[in-house]
């Protein structure tokens, strides 16, 4: 680090630039992912409130709460907020970053451009959060948005579009940038097949991002010329379908749920190694299953729509490669228990938090195999076993993962060990809570309680009362979470630069905390 | 090892199966998919059967290697780490068997599905249309039709903070007004469409649910086994009251269902027939009142207070005080992109011109009109040529067929 | 690909992101107020795009200066270039998503609507829209906007193809010049690129013209009005960018900023040239003749 070259020696070895001004201007890839991480943690409970608002209602039958239109535009903006504002953030923030330290960069390839990636996010959020306080409520026609119901919708409607093609502008820059660090800032020696999983899961996550955001942007925006402009992309009576939007919005929409699960598996394939103290079993095959669910999550958008009244051929079709997904993500579970096997493991918090990945996400990708099963997805589609399927692989899941990673690397960021026992009560509070809470909905789902709704038929109260038990737990078992974060940055036995005993890869051979500039001079790899 | 890994495995699967078996013999109705009346529910139930054991097994024996791992390879108990990381064998076979797993699992789902898709052979059809929130039924081999929401009782207990003992409903907010009556035994061809956003039919006894597609029209079919009553329920988000569009499926023998179907014309023609006289005030208004609990009590609400912001008050206001033309034309056509619908269709002459005249006298309300069907139809006979040419976005097609 | 990091340039602060984001928030909300016919929403909308375009220049005023003060190594124009591929990759997935419109509403619910499929496609059109055949150019079964006439591919369309055909070679024969650091040929041909972009936005703003004045062809004209204009407008906005880009840079080549081995600006502007040429061929393919 201190052989930089000549022309930037007045900047070299400049730290943070104090007050305010760091944040907004910063360029440099840790503060810009700290910022990430920051906001989606604040936005986990913006869009973990309006979970508690739908399980509040949901305790018993009958109205108690909201008002049902509310309540729609509560399960809109919780899923819009959980997807777009806090797992998506999250591990973009990761990216910034782990990737740059990973490889060996000095930073990121574009560091004025990561800045705005950023800086978008907060005022999307606005626009977007802004439309729950006009008269007209805020979206109340399901995170998917399909018309005509979402048409029906009041002025904020143009206010959710805009925001949507404001968050999208991030990600595909966000993308771009993670694409053009991970191709032209490695280390010298640093080859493709040496990089961490973790930056080859976000490399394939930023491609699906590129690919499938301006998608996103076209489908929200015929919505929006739909009803402002008098097209008919979705109405039969001018040749349009509303279908096609569904197509469309699904040609995004799947690849977009592994958007929010590849960079999870690179976590996890990073943490298990470590606490088997033994490589990571089959590399260079977890790297094909990655590129291969990626290329698949193209071809599959359809199991979204399979009462839609497509062709049979359609149908099958979509069942087949469906469950094709089934294949290169079994190989992933099957490494990392290969991985785990005659280890020497020990399972501190992290260890803890991927274990529980492990087991509770192949439950919710078992019970996507059997929505692919096209006969039976007709009967449990939009029901309480889809949003159950769907949770499996999202919180003990995606969030599950996001909580492994900031176990991980904590005390990377902030020089400090965190708290172990809060750490391990964090986990296991979580995990018991968590399948209370999503576990029984595999039941009324079964049994044909229909999703989005705020009041249901007596015979389901029993489960429901549970899981809203579980919701209440699982919430508030994240103030420790949040209490582990602060009570780490704030101080704790200090971490040595390995860290973690079985620890590998450039991240942990720099001090902890990790220094403002890392690798200006790049590294040597083995 | 090998051995106590074995018997662990085989343990994991054993409880795997047992324990959901158990658990499905017992609370069959609140934990699992209904088998259902049908062929077509039968085997999909069974089909749901088979991937969901097969899922077990697979899950079990993950986790099984998994946790023996976990207790047999930790540091604590003295594992030294192996150190390899490869083995092309072990991964070739890993994805070999659960491709031949995937196959084994596709190939009935396969059989079903086509099953399912053959439509050939019906021996009726019913045209079921969506409107929010209310299903429309159109038996198009009768001349029968007829409006189905969910139950007077239940929309009103369901309100919020109603205060109404829920416990006392059998079929809480899965009973409605008028069920769809078919008969047994027979092909029934059902074609779905929608009036205004989409919704889905769903009556998982009949393992039956499509989109109503708004625009376009989807087909499915059942052939239902043993008479009694399904419920099911609207399966699209659709709104504000998708959660109160319940589905009731009543199922007789043949012999039942055709005295129904002679019941049901008797009806229409009396009805036609109502249409036709000289109604008395009086009974406009009680009719009217009954009209008005089960059409517009949701939104203007029980004393035609309204809810201020969102439906207007009938009480004292200007439409139900002012000209008998506007109000008609509020009420048979709906207004323009707010929740207020057309009505033209929904209800008959004598429902509209009783619910009007009720209107105008109720809720302190005492302009003293009297309202009969035959005005309603001279209106509607006046108003042709504006219906014709009343064009949108949700209302361009020709939703209700006949009318 | 990788090289050496020491003497990549990572800038230490960065201001104009921060106005971009201020910029675009009031642009994107000030256009929604402007949907909604709310007061106020059309100035918003103009300052929020003012910061925007204030931004833009602001922010590639400096990139031009660290530019030719020569602080970017070729590491770093790597980056440029890898980062333009994929934003016009993104662009390319954008059209796909009206083209993919237009192709599922021409096979799919067109003649789903005429009758045509297995399933209800037969009582679709029987029970909702009886009469109705389906034939492309359609505006739908309730042919929404009334009688109106397609817009033929002869005439101004050909020209337009034309046009932008031409407009791809002398842009890279403007490339070549550069390439032979010949500053001069490079300007007169880059010029004769925008030229030849402008002309073509200009007969493009005829075409709508006839289209509305004589055609009685509208945004509105059902489906075909829908995709013909969605997908036109956004490739005449993409032709406006690109022209404006080459604009940029033909005026940069005046001032001798490029030479023959250092002129990224040039072929990302060149690339996005291209891009919006493809898009136009498959427009003209699959809008105007098929
Ligand atoms: C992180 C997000 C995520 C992930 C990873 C997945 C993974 C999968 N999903 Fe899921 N899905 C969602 C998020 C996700 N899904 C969401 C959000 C929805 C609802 C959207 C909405 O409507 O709002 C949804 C809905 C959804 C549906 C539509 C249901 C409906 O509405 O009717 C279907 C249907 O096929 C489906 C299937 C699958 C499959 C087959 C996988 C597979 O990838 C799973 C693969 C994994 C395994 C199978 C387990 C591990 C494998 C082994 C142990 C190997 C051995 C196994 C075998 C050989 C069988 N998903
Ligand atoms: C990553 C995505 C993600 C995540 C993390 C979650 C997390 C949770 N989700 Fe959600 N969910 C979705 C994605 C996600 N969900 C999607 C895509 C849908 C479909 C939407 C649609 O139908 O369109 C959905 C729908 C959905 C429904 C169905 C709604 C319906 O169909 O009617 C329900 C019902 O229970 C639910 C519940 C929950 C709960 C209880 C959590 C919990 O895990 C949340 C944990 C809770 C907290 C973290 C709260 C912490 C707060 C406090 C402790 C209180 C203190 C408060 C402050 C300080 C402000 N979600
Ligand atoms: Cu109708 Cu939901
Ligand atoms: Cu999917």
Same mark, same amino acid.
């Given at each position: 680090?201190?052989?930089?070259?000549?022309?930037?020696?007045?900047?070299?070895?400049?730290?943070?630039?104090?007050?305010?001004?760091?944040?907004?201007?910063?360029?440099?890839?840790?503060?810009?992912?700290?910022?990430?991480?920051?906001?989606?943690?604040?936005?986990?409970?913006?869009?973990?409130?309006?979970?508690?608002?739908?399980?509040?209602?949901?305790?018993?039958?009958?109205?108690?709460?909201?008002?049902?239109?509310?309540?729609?535009?509560?399960?809109?903006?919780?899923?819009?907020?959980?997807?777009?504002? #806090? #797992?998506?953030?999250?591990?973009?923030?990761?990216?910034?970053?782990?990737?740059?330290?990973?490889?060996?960069?000095?930073?990121?390839?574009?560091?004025?451009?990561?800045?705005?990636?950023?800086?978008?996010?907060?005022?999307?959020?606005?626009?977007?959060?802004?439309?729950?306080?006009?008269?007209?409520?805020?979206?109340?026609?399901?995170?998917?948005?399909?018309?005509?119901?979402?048409?029906?919708?009041?002025?904020?409607?143009?206010?959710?579009?805009?925001?949507?093609?404001?968050?999208?502008?991030?990600?595909?820059?966000?993308?771009?940038?993670?694409?053009?660090? !991970?191709?032209?800032?490695?280390?010298?020696?640093?080859?493709?097949?040496?990089?961490?999983?973790?930056?080859?899961?976000?490399?394939?996550?930023?491609?699906? *991002?590129?690919?499938?955001?301006?998608?996103?942007?076209?489908?929200?925006?015929?919505?929006?010329?739909?009803?402002?402009?008098?097209?008919?992309?979705?109405?039969? &009576?001018?040749?349009?379908?509303?279908?096609?939007?569904?197509?469309?919005?699904?040609?995004?929409?799947?690849?977009?749920?592994?958007?929010?699960?590849?960079?999870?598996?690179?976590?996890?394939?990073?943490?298990?190694?470590?606490?088997?103290?033994?490589?990571?079993?089959?590399?260079? +095959?977890?790297?094909?299953?990655? &590129?291969?669910?990626?290329? *698949?999550?193209?071809?599959?958008?359809?199991?979204?729509?399979?009462?839609?009244?497509?062709?049979?051929?359609?149908?099958?079709?979509?069942?087949?490669?469906?469950?094709?997904?089934?294949?290169?993500?079994?190989?992933?579970?099957?490494?990392?228990?290969?991985?785990?096997?005659?280890?020497?493991?020990?399972?501190?918090?992290?260890?803890?938090?991927?274990?529980?990945?492990? #087991?509770?996400?192949?439950?919710?990708?078992?019970?996507?195999?059997?929505?692919?099963?096209?006969?039976?997805?007709?009967?449990?589609?939009?029901?309480?076993?889809? #949003?159950?399927?769907?949770?499996?692989?999202?919180?003990?899941?995606?969030?599950?993962?996001?909580?492994?990673?900031?176990?991980?690397?904590?005390?990377?960021?902030?020089?400090?060990?965190?708290?172990?026992?809060?750490?391990?009560?964090?986990?296991?509070?979580?995990? !018991?809570?968590?399948?209370?809470?999503?576990?029984?909905?595999?039941?009324?789902?079964?049994?044909?309680?229909?999703?989005?709704?705020?009041?249901?038929?007596?015979?389901?109260?029993?489960?429901?009362?549970?899981? +809203?038990?579980?919701?209440?737990?699982?919430?508030?078992?994240?103030?420790?979470?949040?209490?582990?974060?602060?009570?780490?940055?704030?101080?704790?036995?200090?971490?040595?630069?390995?860290?973690?005993?079985?620890?590998?890869?450039?991240?942990?051979?720099?001090?902890?905390?990790?220094?403002?500039?890392?690798?200006?001079? &790049?590294?040597?790899?083995? | 090892?090998?051995?106590?890994?074995?018997?662990? $495995?085989?343990?994991?699967?054993?409880?795997?199966?047992?324990?959901?078996?158990?658990?499905?013999?017992?609370?069959?109705?609140?934990?699992?998919?209904?088998?259902?009346?049908?062929?077509?529910?039968?085997? /999909?139930?069974?089909?749901?059967?088979?991937?969901?054991?097969?899922?077990?097994?697979?899950?079990?024996? /993950?986790?099984? /290697?998994?946790?023996?791992?976990?207790?047999?390879?930790?540091?604590?108990?003295?594992?030294?780490?192996?150190?390899?990381?490869?083995?092309?064998?072990?991964?070739?076979?890993?994805?070999? $068997?659960?491709?031949?797993?995937?196959?084994?699992?596709?190939?009935?789902?396969?059989?079903?599905?086509?099953?399912?898709?053959?439509?050939?052979?019906?021996?009726?059809?019913?045209?079921?249309?969506?409107?929010?929130?209310?299903?429309?039924?159109?038996?198009?081999?009768?001349?029968?039709?007829?409006?189905?929401?969910?139950?007077?009782?239940?929309?009103?207990?369901?309100?919020?903070?109603?205060?109404?003992?829920?416990?006392?409903?059998?079929?809480?907010?899965?009973?409605?007004?008028?069920?769809? $009556?078919?008969?047994?035994?027979?092909?029934?061809?059902?074609?779905?469409?929608?009036?205004?956003?989409?919704?889905?039919?769903?009556?998982?006894?009949?393992?039956?649910?499509?989109?109503?597609?708004?625009?376009?029209?989807?087909?499915?079919?059942?052939?239902?086994?043993?008479?009694?009553?399904?419920?099911?329920?609207?399966?699209?988000?659709?709104?504000?009251?998708?959660?109160?569009?319940?589905?009731?499926?009543?199922?007789?023998?043949?012999?039942?269902?055709?005295?129904?179907?002679?019941?049901?014309?008797?009806?229409?023609?009396?009805?036609?027939?109502?249409?036709?006289?000289?109604?008395?005030?009086?009974?406009?208004?009680?009719?009217?009142?009954?009209?008005?609990?089960?059409?517009?009590?949701?939104?203007?609400?029980?004393?035609?207070?309204?809810?201020?912001?969102?439906?207007?008050?009938?009480?004292?206001?200007?439409?139900? =005080?002012?000209?008998?033309?506007?109000?008609?034309?509020?009420?048979?056509?709906?207004?323009?992109?707010?929740?207020?619908?057309?009505?033209?269709?929904?209800? =008959?002459?004598?429902?509209?011109?009783?619910?009007?005249?009720?209107?105008? =006298?109720?809720?302190?309300?005492?302009?003293?009109?009297?309202?009969?069907?035959?005005?309603?139809?001279?209106?509607?006979?006046?108003?042709?040529?504006?219906?014709?040419?009343?064009?949108?976005?949700?209302?361009?097609? =020709? $939703?209700?067929?006949?009318? | 690909?990788?090289?050496?990091?020491?003497?990549?340039?990572?800038?230490?602060?960065?201001?104009?992101?921060?106005? @971009?984001?201020?910029?675009?928030?009031?642009?994107?909300?000030?256009?929604?107020?402007?949907?909604?016919?709310?007061? @106020?929403?059309?100035?918003?909308?103009?300052?929020?795009?003012?910061?925007?375009?204030?931004?833009?220049?602001?922010?590639?005023?400096?990139?031009?200066?660290?530019?030719?003060?020569?602080?970017?190594?070729?590491?770093?124009?790597?980056?440029? %270039?890898?980062?333009?591929?994929?934003?016009?990759?993104?662009?390319?997935?954008?059209?796909?998503?009206?083209?993919?419109?237009?192709?599922?509403? %021409?096979?799919?619910?067109?003649?789903?609507?005429?009758?045509?499929?297995?399933?209800?496609?037969?009582?679709?059109?029987?029970?909702?829209?009886?009469?109705?055949?389906?034939?492309?150019?359609?505006?739908?079964?309730?042919?929404?906007?009334?009688?109106?006439?397609?817009?033929?591919?002869?005439?101004?369309?050909?020209?337009?193809?034309?046009?932008?055909?031409?407009?791809?070679?002398?842009?890279?024969?403007?490339?070549?010049?550069?390439?032979?650091?010949?500053?001069?040929?490079?300007?007169?041909?880059?010029?004769?690129?925008?030229?030849?972009?402008?002309?073509?936005?200009?007969?493009?703003?005829?075409?709508?013209?006839?289209?509305?004045?004589?055609?009685?062809?509208?945004?509105?004209?059902?489906?075909?009005?829908?995709?013909?204009?969605?997908?036109? @407008?956004?490739?005449?906005?993409?032709?406006?960018?690109?022209?404006?880009?080459?604009?940029?840079?033909?005026? %940069?080549?005046?001032?001798?900023?490029?030479?023959?081995?250092?002129?990224?600006?040039?072929?990302?502007?060149?690339?996005?040239?291209?891009?919006?040429?493809?898009?136009?061929?498959?427009?003209?393919?699959?809008?105007?003749?098929?």
């Amino acid at each position: 680090m201190s052989t930089a070259e000549a022309h930037h020696d007045d900047h070299d070895h400049h730290g943070p630039a104090p007050g305010f001004k760091r944040w907004l201007y910063t360029t440099n890839h840790k503060d810009i992912g700290t910022m990430y991480l920051l906001f989606s943690l604040i936005m986990f409970f913006v869009g973990g409130a309006m979970a508690l608002v739908i399980r509040a209602e949901l305790w018993t039958p009958g109205l108690q709460i909201v008002d049902p239109m509310f309540f729609n535009s509560m399960t809109t903006m919780h899923a819009i907020v959980m997807i777009f504002g #806090v #797992v998506m953030p999250a591990f973009v923030g990761l990216a910034n970053w782990m990737i740059p330290m990973m490889l060996g960069a000095p930073d990121m390839a574009l560091p004025r451009l990561n800045n705005w990636s950023f800086w978008i996010m907060p005022f999307a959020f606005t626009v977007m959060l802004s439309t729950l306080f006009m008269d007209s409520g805020g979206p109340a026609g399901g995170w998917t948005m399909y018309p005509p119901l979402t048409l029906q919708m009041g002025d904020s409607f143009a206010f959710v579009v805009f925001a949507i093609h404001f968050l999208g502008i991030s990600s595909v820059m966000g993308s771009i940038n993670i694409v053009a660090t !991970i191709f032209n800032m490695r280390a010298p020696g640093m080859t493709m097949m040496k990089m961490p999983l973790f930056v080859w899961t976000w490399l394939i996550t930023a491609y699906l *991002l590129i690919a499938t955001i301006p998608v996103f942007a076209g489908a929200v925006t015929m919505l929006l010329t739909d009803r402002y402009f008098g097209t008919s992309f979705f109405s039969a &009576a001018g040749g349009g379908d509303p279908v096609m939007y569904q197509h469309i919005f699904w040609f995004f929409g799947h690849p977009e749920v592994y958007i929010l699960i590849l960079p999870a598996f690179g976590i996890i394939s990073s943490i298990i190694p470590t606490f088997a103290r033994k490589p990571l079993f089959g590399y260079d +095959s977890m790297v094909y299953a990655t &590129a291969s669910i990626a290329f *698949l999550s193209f071809i599959v958008w359809a199991h979204h729509m399979f009462t839609t009244g497509m062709p049979l051929a359609a149908e099958l079709f979509f069942m087949f490669s469906t469950m094709m997904i089934s294949v290169p993500t079994g190989v992933k579970v099957f490494n990392w228990v290969a991985t785990m096997w005659r280890g020497s493991m020990t399972f501190e918090t992290p260890m803890l938090f991927a274990v529980g990945f492990v #087991v509770m996400f192949t439950i919710g990708g078992l019970s996507g195999l059997m929505l692919a099963i096209t006969p039976a997805d007709i009967q449990y589609h939009d029901t309480y076993f889809v #949003v159950a399927h769907f949770h499996y692989v999202l919180v003990p899941g995606a969030i599950f993962s996001l909580m492994a990673a900031t176990y991980y690397w904590m005390p990377k960021w902030t020089g400090n060990m965190y708290d172990e026992k809060l750490g391990k009560i964090h986990f296991w509070v979580s995990t !018991i809570f968590v399948n209370l809470l999503f576990f029984p909905m595999h039941f009324v789902g079964l049994a044909g309680m229909p999703r989005r709704i705020p009041d249901y038929s007596l015979q389901f109260a029993d489960w429901n009362a549970i899981a +809203s038990i579980g919701a209440f737990g699982f919430g508030f078992a994240q103030l420790i979470f949040v209490w582990v974060i602060i009570k780490c940055y704030r101080g704790g036995e200090k971490a040595t630069d390995q860290v973690w005993e079985g620890a590998d890869g450039l991240e942990w051979t720099v001090a902890s905390p990790a220094p403002y500039h890392t690798f200006e001079t &790049a590294p040597e790899i083995k | 090892m090998r051995r106590s890994l074995l018997r662990a $495995v085989m343990a994991v699967v054993a409880c795997s199966l047992v324990l959901p078996s158990l658990a499905l013999a017992g609370y069959g109705d609140t934990i699992d998919m209904t088998t259902g009346v049908t062929e077509i529910s039968r085997s /999909v139930h069974s089909l749901h059967r088979t991937i969901f054991y097969i899922c077990c097994i697979i899950g079990a024996g /993950v986790f099984a /290697v998994m946790f023996y791992s976990i207790f047999a390879h930790r540091k604590s108990r003295g594992a030294k780490p192996a150190t390899f990381h490869e083995s092309t064998t072990v991964e070739i076979i890993w994805t070999i $068997v659960p491709f031949a797993i995937l196959i084994g699992m596709a190939w009935p789902a396969a059989k079903v599905l086509i099953k399912m898709e053959d439509f050939s052979g019906s021996e009726m059809t019913v045209k079921i249309t969506g409107y929010q929130w209310r299903w429309h039924y159109d038996y198009l081999d009768e001349d029968i039709q007829f409006y189905s929401q969910l139950d007077a009782a239940h929309n009103a207990a369901r309100q919020r903070d109603s205060g109404v003992e829920l416990e006392q409903f059998e079929h809480y907010l899965k009973e409605v007004d008028n069920a769809l $009556v078919l008969p047994v035994g027979k092909k029934i061809r059902f074609l779905h469409t929608a009036a205004d956003v989409i919704h889905a039919w769903w009556v998982p006894a009949l393992a039956v649910k499509k989109d109503a597609i708004p625009g376009f029209i989807n087909e499915n079919w059942a052939k239902i086994d043993e008479p009694g009553i399904y419920r099911g329920k609207c399966a699209e988000l659709c709104g504000r009251d998708h959660g109160f569009m319940p589905v009731v499926v009543r199922a007789l023998p043949q012999d039942e269902y055709d005295a129904w179907v002679a019941d049901k014309k008797a009806e229409a023609t009396t009805a036609k027939l109502d249409a036709q006289r000289e109604w008395s005030h009086k009974e406009l208004v009680a009719t009217g009142e009954g009209v008005y609990q089960r059409n517009c009590v949701g939104c203007h609400q029980a004393e035609g207070q309204g809810i201020p912001g969102m439906f207007p008050a009938i009480a004292g206001s200007d439409v139900a =005080n002012g000209s008998l033309e506007k109000h008609l034309e509020t009420v048979l056509h709906g207004v323009g992109d707010s929740p207020m619908q057309a009505y033209s269709t929904r209800l =008959n002459d004598s429902e509209l011109a009783a619910v009007i005249t009720f209107q105008r =006298n109720a809720f302190g309300n005492t302009t003293g009109d009297t309202i009969q069907p035959s005005d309603v139809r001279s209106y509607r006979n006046g108003q042709m040529q504006s219906l014709a040419t009343d064009t949108g976005y949700f209302s361009n097609f =020709n $939703v209700t067929g006949a009318n | 690909m990788s090289a050496a990091t020491s003497g990549y340039y990572i800038p230490h602060e960065a201001k104009w992101p921060i106005v @971009g984001s201020i910029g675009l928030f009031l642009f994107f909300y000030g256009f929604g107020m402007f949907l909604n016919d709310q007061t @106020g929403g059309g100035t918003v909308t103009l300052i929020g795009a003012a910061i925007v375009v204030v931004m833009i220049f602001g922010w590639f005023g400096l990139v031009i200066k660290e530019s030719e003060a020569g602080t970017y190594n070729s590491q770093v124009d790597t980056s440029f %270039r890898m980062s333009m591929m994929w934003f016009i990759f993104s662009e390319v997935m954008f059209f796909a998503a009206f083209f993919g419109a237009l192709f599922y509403a %021409r096979t799919f619910s067109g003649p789903w609507l005429g009758g045509d499929g297995a399933g209800g496609a037969a009582a679709t059109n029987a029970v909702l829209w009886s009469g109705h055949d389906y034939v492309w150019p359609s505006d739908g079964p309730a042919q929404l906007g009334g009688d109106y006439q397609a817009m033929g591919w002869f005439g101004l369309p050909l020209i337009n193809t034309l046009l932008l055909l031409t407009s791809g070679v002398t842009c890279t024969i403007a490339h070549h010049a550069i390439k032979d650091g010949n500053h001069k040929k490079m300007v007169r041909w880059l010029a004769a690129t925008v030229a030849l972009g402008t002309i073509f936005v200009g007969l493009q703003a005829l075409e709508y013209y006839e289209a509305y004045a004589h055609l009685n062809l509208k945004l509105t004209s059902g489906i075909y009005g829908s995709t013909f204009f969605m997908l036109t @407008g956004f490739h005449g906005f993409h032709v406006t960018m690109g022209a404006i880009m080459l604009a940029v840079v033909m005026f %940069r080549g005046m001032k001798k900023h490029f030479s023959a081995e250092n002129h990224f600006a040039f072929e990302a502007a060149a690339w996005y040239w291209h891009f919006v040429d493809v898009v136009w061929l498959g427009l003209f393919i699959f809008v105007y003749l098929l």
